[in-house]
C-alpha cells in the first residue's frame, strides 16, 4: 500500500508564499521526516510513500532536487506547453531527471481541466468536437477529441524526448468523468490516471493522491494522513 503526496511549488521563505499550494522547504523536509517515522513505527496502513511535484515549477531544480536521496521515490507531472517557459522546467533538465530515476509523467498539453463542474454538477464530456488545444484552467466541458489532444500530444512530446513510453497522466486539478476515463481506454495511452482523491494507492489504474497545502500545520496533515483509507474502484 502506498502513500502518494502531491506538492506544487516549493519556496525557501514563508514570506514568499503566494498561494495555498505552496510550501517552504522546511516544510516539505519536516512533513517527508514525519512520515519516515510514522513508517518506521509500523502504525500505518501504508508500507511506502511517493512524492509527485505537479506543474514542473523551476522551484523543483532548485531547491527540491539537491536535496533529494533517492530519485526513485520521485515523479514530476509535466505540462509540455510550459516546458523551457520562464519560471518552468526545461527539456534538458527532464532528460537528466529521467536518467537518474525520476518519473516523469503527463500533465496534458496547457492544464486544461478534462473535467468540468457547473454549479456542484459533473458535466459530461461532449461528443467528438475539434482535435486541438484548450486553454489552460476550469473553462466549459470539454470534447472527446480535445481530452484526446490533451492525453496524445502531451504524450507524443514526451515519449520523443525521452525515448520511452508515457505510463501516467496526471489529471489537471484532478476531474475526470466517466467517459476520460474510457477514452484513455479505448486510446490505450496511459496505464494510470492520476487524481487528488484522498485514498491510499492499492494499485487501481486511477491512482489516488493526498494533496499537501500550507494551510493546515505538519501535526494536522499527519493526522489526516494516517486517516487515509483504501477505496476500490
Known amino acids: 500500500m502506498r502513500l502518494n503526496l502531491i506538492f506544487h511549488n516549493i519556496v525557501k521563505s514563508e514570506?514568499?508564499?503566494?498561494?495555498?499550494?505552496?510550501v517552504t522547504l522546511d516544510y516539505y523536509l519536516q512533513l517527508l521526516d514525519q512520515i519516515e517515522q510514522l513508517l518506521k513505527s509500523h502504525k500505518t496502513l501504508f508500507s511506502s510513500y511517493h512524492v509527485y511535484f505537479d506543474d514542473g515549477y523551476i522551484s523543483f531544480h532548485d531547491i527540491v532536487y539537491p536535496k533529494i536521496k533517492i530519485f526513485s521515490k520521485y515523479t514530476l507531472a509535466i505540462v509540455t506547453n510550459s516546458l523551457n517557459k520562464e519560471g518552468?522546467?526545461?527539456?534538458?533538465?527532464?532528460?537528466?531527471?529521467?536518467?537518474?530515476?525520476?518519473?516523469?509523467s503527463s500533465h496534458g498539453v496547457s492544464h486544461s481541466s478534462l473535467s468540468f463542474y457547473e454549479k456542484g454538477v459533473l458535466q459530461s464530456t461532449?461528443?467528438?468536437?475539434?482535435?486541438?488545444?484548450?486553454?489552460?484552467?476550469?473553462?466549459?466541458?470539454l470534447s472527446e477529441n480535445e481530452v484526446i489532444f490533451q492525453f496524445k500530444e502531451s504524450q507524443k512530446y514526451l515519449q520523443t524526448l525521452l525515448n520511452h513510453k508515457i505510463n501516467e497522466f496526471v489529471l489537471p486539478y484532478g476531474l475526470y468523468?466517466?467517459?476520460?476515463?474510457?477514452?484513455?481506454?479505448?486510446?490505450?495511452?496511459?496505464?494510470?490516471?492520476?487524481?487528488c482523491d484522498e485514498y491510499l494507492d492499492s494499485g487501481q489504474s486511477l491512482r489516488p493522491r493526498f494533496l499537501i497545502d500550507h494551510e493546515n500545520t505538519i501535526e494536522q496533515t499527519i493526522l489526516?494522513?494516517?486517516?487515509?483509507r483504501i477505496i476500490l474502484k
Open 177 to 195: 468523468n466517466n467517459r476520460t476515463v474510457s477514452l484513455n481506454k479505448a486510446g490505450n495511452y496511459y496505464k494510470y490516471m492520476s487524481t
Open 224 to 228: 489526516k494522513i494516517q486517516n487515509l
Open 15 to 22: 514570506k514568499d508564499i503566494n498561494n495555498k499550494y505552496t
Open 88 to 104: 518552468f522546467l526545461t527539456d534538458k533538465m527532464l532528460i537528466d531527471y529521467d536518467n537518474k530515476g525520476i518519473s516523469i
Open 126 to 141: 461532449r461528443v467528438n468536437g475539434k482535435y486541438g488545444n484548450t486553454p489552460r484552467g476550469q473553462n466549459k466541458p
